[in-house]
């Protein structure tokens, strides 16, 4: 089992930032990949972004490249989404997932595929 915990979350005003951060702990040696995704009423979870467990390789959806940057700390094994120039279409609820799965050079970016999720984490922009 893999336990991930959000924070970070909040209230910011259009073109500002906030900073998620996921913390991992339990068989975290099992996890290929790390996503985060976004939820808003009514729909299903969208992918944002994701990084190799190990580092290195990262992906983004259209909608955010350029401005979302995710990334890896080893030591303390969390994964970070730093989100830049806030729009109010970024309000979500932010869940972080783990895929276990190798697929080559691939992301998963449907969030069936991912097998651990942790609570998310509220992000409102107001314009």
């Known amino acids: 089992q893999v336990q991930l915990v959000e924070s970070g979350g909040g209230l910011v005003q259009a073109g500002g930032s906030l900073r998620l951060s996921c913390a991992a702990s339990?068989?975290?040696?099992?996890?290929?990949?790390m996503g985060w995704f976004r939820q808003t009423p009514g729909k299903e979870r969208d992918f944002v972004a994701g990084?190799?467990?190990?580092?290195?390789?990262?992906a983004y959806s259209d909608s955010v490249k350029g401005r979302f940057t995710i990334s890896r700390d080893n030591a303390k094994n969390t994964v970070d989404l730093q989100m830049n120039s806030l729009k109010p279409e970024d309000t979500g609820v932010y869940y972080c997932?783990?895929?276990?799965?190798?697929?080559?050079?691939?992301?998963?970016?449907?969030?069936?595929?991912?097998?651990?999720w942790g609570q998310g984490t509220q992000v409102t922009v107001s314009s």
């Open positions: 339990g068989s975290i040696f099992s996890i290929n990949t």
């Open positions: 990084i190799r467990w190990s580092g290195g390789s990262t």
């Open positions: 997932a783990a895929d276990r799965r190798w697929r080559g050079s691939n992301f998963a970016r449907a969030s069936p595929a991912y097998d651990y």
